[in-house]
């Protein structure tokens, strides 16, 4: 169940109007009711694999019970366990084929022809969110960050919990568990917030992304037959594809669970509006960036390292981060180019001289120039995302590196001056907590003018239902 | 508080639900292509000696006017074989004298798969305004229950305009053949033909469901005594050049071996007959009236042939 689906329309209202009218009298009995309707929203894609997510949540449930009076080389066991099982569920689904073809390519390279047989096996939607979900409780009570649960209940519907579920935000333990733990109370100006988030949301994926998708789609299958600024047009819609999409999704789980009284963290704020790789990666997919750091970055030294080790240190995570979203290497090829141009922006930005002026010299000029670099980098970063090889990728970024970049670029050109309007309602926005706080509007009669012209906008030019891109990850 | 909020997201509701439920009106009350010839189809059973089924090259290509026997065109615009086959299944029981079928297959026909783009919305219409019984439409599906919320909101309001402009929104004559493909769409034919193309692009080489479903409406024929017509209608030479000339062959020969493997069907190929001009298209692969015209009289005319022929 999509959440742009007339379905989640419908199981929303039914769901909110139980959890808050008929499941209200304890909190456990809520958990109970959140538990199982968090089964039924995955179960409508696949219930067969509603048994990975059960395992995962006993595994590391129980996993972290025993580590808390446990020591030594039985606590490393524990610990190991849980990893293992894990990071061996994705590994199986997600990664099996991809390096045992990989390897078989590379014996192929040396004339020495290896006979194989792939698993073929259908990702489970989902997997890598709440894999590392999991995970990231088991290191924490690991660490000794955070008590191990005794509650069950709550710590299935932590792992499970359906507004997160299948696309992020991945959220901690710290947070969100204790959430569960909490009685809820209605909030109106929460709820609000909420729907401001989910109409933001509905707008980012359905007006934005899924209109971009028609153009991409286009675009990355005959790349061969247009001009390179056609061609730079089309990354850019991808851009703003990816962007629309996953943050559109983002929005709808925070404002979905703020509904029904839970926090989530915050996973886009305004990335495109970045000065720099550094704050790009402080803005966009928050959860999962925060993820590697606290998880990988950190125990590998950080940043409190020679320039050597930094240098291997961001390179590992962003090796890794590309991995994560998909085992191809046109993945690990994003990844990479982000860690190489990252590395850059912090020696750049570590030089005195061009430290000294940035603190000096303020301008509008400045953020922009520094906004347009960054955008850049990361639009030509995403065709290595899009294209379904590194080929491929190579074969699109040469016909925009052409002279026919120079060129006037064909068709969808009001849709691109639509999409630099948004960005300008983004760069007002850029100090709110999202796209449609306008809680400072004082007139009613605006706010509410605003909230229906975002609907029609929703109704009016939505409806090219596209899956959630994220989903696959 | 809860109740505070309540009552605001219902006063809020109310004017989307009144435009939702404008628009469930407007689908249940005005005729549209489905309920006309569920209609007509319904009317004129003892009478009907020809059927014609298949997507937009039947609808708008072949013109009943120009067939010797009393035929009614119930192709549809995206309607795939596994629409077809629905439809034949629901009807062929009442229609007494039928004599012949003619289906169009053109370069996707075969390897189209059901519940695809095509379907996304007219599966309900099918289902709702056609009184067929959808298998691909699950029980849990609410959107069977509700057609607004089946199209897409500017869809339904270009369908509102077009009705309170012309009064219809039927695009039938009373055969049920298409006739608002008049000349052409006054776009270049070589500059459209790469578009459609891809468009058409499935990369998808099984036939074998629409095949069984060709061939269960053969069947099914055959015990009525009835011809089946399997017609490749004429497209523009530019078109064909873009498409993959392997899965045009397969096509061709899959049609071949229906025709081969059973003694009444007959595969007319007309893809790039000879006698194609480019004023018969309204775009690379839809005939206009000049054309519909042109080869109705020349399916009309194979269908005498071969009906003396055996």
């Known amino acids: ?473 | 508080m809860m109740k505070v909020f309540l009552r605001k997201i219902l006063v809020f509701f109310i004017p989307i639900a009144i435009v939702w439920g404008a628009l469930e009106w407007f689908y249940r009350t005005v005729p549209s292509n489905y309920t006309y010839k569920h209609k007509i189809i319904k009317e004129r059973y003892n009478e009907i000696e020809t059927l014609i089924l298949g997507d937009s090259h039947a609808f708008f290509g072949v013109n009943p006017s120009y067939i010797d026997t009393e035929t009614l065109n119930l192709a549809n615009i995206s309607q795939s074989l596994y629409m077809d086959q629905l439809l034949f299944e629901k009807h062929e029981d009442s229609l007494p004298n039928l004599q012949n079928v003619i289906i169009t297959v053109g370069y996707y026909s075969l390897s189209k798969l059901k519940n695809t783009k095509g379907e996304i919305w007219r599966k309900y219409f099918y289902q709702n305004q056609m009184d067929l019984e959808i298998p691909i439409i699950s029980p849990w599906d609410v959107k069977q229950y509700s057609l607004a919320l089946t199209r897409r909101l500017n869809k339904s309001i270009s369908l509102v305009h077009a009705y309170l402009d012309e009064g219809t929104i039927i695009g039938c004559d009373a055969k049920g053949w298409g006739d608002y493909y008049d000349s052409t769409n006054g776009q270049s034919l070589d500059v459209e033909s790469w578009g459609a193309a891809k468009r058409h692009e499935d990369f998808l080489f099984d036939f074998s469901e629409n095949i069984g479903r060709l061939q269960a409406i053969i069947d099914a024929c055959k015990k009525k005594n009835c011809n089946v017509y399997i017609v490749d209608m004429p497209v523009y030479h530019g078109y064909v050049s873009y498409l993959n000339p392997d899965k045009l062959e397969k096509v061709t020969n899959s049609c071949k071996v229906l025709e081969n493997d059973n003694e009444n069907v007959r595969y007319i190929n007309l893809r790039q007959d000879y006698r194609i001009e480019d004023s018969d298209f309204y775009d690379p692969d839809h005939l206009n009236h000049k054309g519909a015209k042109k080869y109705t009289q020349i399916i009309n005319q194979l269908i005498s042939t071969s009906k003396n022929d055996r």
């Not at chain 1, 390519?105 to 979900?133: C, H, N, R």
């Not at chain 1, 947070?175 to 909030?187: A, C, E, V």
């Not at chain 1, 704050?279 to 320039?307: A, K, M, Q, T």
């Not at chain 1, 509007?441 to 899956?467: C, D, E, M, P």
């Open chain 1, 1 to 473: 169940m999509q959440f742009n689906t007339v379905d989640f329309a419908l199981f929303f209202p039914i769901v909110f109007t139980l959890y808050w009218f008929v499941f209200n009298s304890s909190i456990k009995i809520q958990n109970v009711f959140l538990l199982i309707t968090s089964y039924i929203f995955y179960a409508f894609w696949d219930w067969r694999f509603l048994s990975l997510i059960f395992l995962s949540s006993i595994i590391d449930f129980l996993v972290a019970r025993r580590l808390k009076n446990s020591i030594g080389i039985q606590r490393k066991m524990l610990f190991g366990i849980s990893v293992f099982c894990n990071l061996g569920v994705l590994f199986v689904f997600k990664y099996f084929d991809f390096f045992l073809e990989t390897f078989v390519d590379a014996f192929l390279l040396f004339g020495k022809p290896i006979s194989y047989t792939s698993l073929q096996l259908v990702l489970p939607v989902g997997i890598s969110f709440y894999t590392f979900q999991t995970l990231s409780y088991t290191i924490d009570v690991y660490r000794k960050r955070i008590e191990p649960t005794d509650d069950v209940i709550s710590f299935f519907a932590f792992v499970s919990f359906f507004p997160q579920l299948v696309a992020g935000p991945i959220e901690r333990a710290s947070n969100l568990l204790p959430q569960f733990k909490r009685r809820r109370i209605f909030n109106i100006e929460k709820s609000v917030d909420g729907l401001q988030l989910i109409l933001g949301g509905l707008f980012k994926k359905m007006v934005i992304a899924d209109n971009c998708a028609l153009i991409v789609n286009n675009l990355f299958e005959n790349y061969t037959e247009y001009s390179g600024s056609t061609l730079f047009c089309g990354a850019i819609f991808f851009g703003f594809q990816i962007y629309g999409d996953f943050s559109g999704y983002s929005d709808i789980a925070i404002g979905t669970a703020r509904l029904l009284g839970f926090d989530l963290m915050k996973n886009f704020n305004f990335p495109y509006l970045s000065k720099n790789l550094i704050e790009f990666w402080r803005r966009w997919h928050i959860s999962l960036s925060s993820w590697f750091r606290d998880y990988v970055y950190i125990p590998l030294g950080g940043n409190r390292v020679s320039n050597i080790r930094l240098i291997d240190n961001i390179l590992i995570v962003f090796v890794v981060s590309g991995l994560w979203h998909g085992a191809n290497l046109t993945f690990l090829a994003w990844g990479l180019i982000h860690g190489i141009f990252l590395i850059l922006t912090i020696f750049l930005l570590k030089h005195s001289r061009i430290k000294a002026f940035l603190q000096t010299q303020k301008s509008i000029f400045l953020d922009l120039l520094g906004i347009g670099i960054t955008f850049f980098i990361v639009t030509i970063a995403w065709v290595f995302f899009r294209a379904e090889t590194i080929t491929e990728a190579f074969q699109y970024l040469q016909r925009i590196f052409s002279t026919s970049l120079f060129s006037l670029p064909q068709g969808n050109k009001w849709f691109l001056l639509f999409l630099i309007g948004y960005m300008l309602i983004e760069w007002l926005q850029k100090r709110r907590e999202h796209l449609l706080d306008i809680r400072h509007i004082f007139s009613k009669s605006i706010r509410y003018s605003i909230y229906y012209a975002v609907v029609f906008l929703v109704l009016y030019f939505g409806g090219n239902l596209q899956t959630f891109i994220y989903f696959q990850f």
